[in-house]
Nanobody, 124 residues
Framework: QVQLVESGGGLVQAGDSLTLSCAASGGAFSNYGMGWFRQAPGKEREFVAS????????SYADSVKGRFTISKDNAKNTVYLQMNSLKPEDTAVYYC?????????????????WGQGTQVTVSS
């Protein structure tokens, strides 16, 4: 069973940048789509970004489009989320997930393996 471990979260100020990493081990990675989701206190988990198995086909939530970039390095079994111009409303626990198929999708149900999450806090 694949294991996903996120890292790179932290406390930053509005306007700062962070890069999250998600390292996969113990299972297949390169043939699957990957996604990033986030969950703020008292809210449902929401889609942030997804990418196809090739590293192409990136898709973003409207709230992060133009500020966040997802990328996938199959040689390193790692997916990244570059976050620029961070806002207080980006504060959440960020989760990476491995897709059921080789395509990324914005739906939680499209993913079968999840990491434990990494906290991102953006102060104003």
């Amino acid at each position: 069973q694949v294991q996903l471990v996120e890292s790179g979260g932290g406390l930053v100020q509005a306007g700062d940048s962070l890069t999250l990493s998600c390292a996969a081990s113990g299972g297949a990675f390169s043939n699957y789509g990957m996604g990033w989701f986030r969950q703020a206190p008292g809210k449902e988990r929401e889609f942030v970004a997804s990418i196809h198995w090739t590293g192409g086909g990136a898709s973003y939530a409207d709230s992060v489009k133009g500020r966040f970039t997802i990328s996938k390095d199959n040689a390193k079994n790692t997916v990244y989320l570059q976050m620029n111009s961070l806002k207080p409303e980006d504060t959440a626990v960020y989760y990476c997930a491995r897709g059921i198929t080789n395509w990324g999708t914005p739906f939680v149900s499209g993913y079968s393996a999840w990491g434990q999450g990494t906290q991102v806090t953006v102060s104003s």
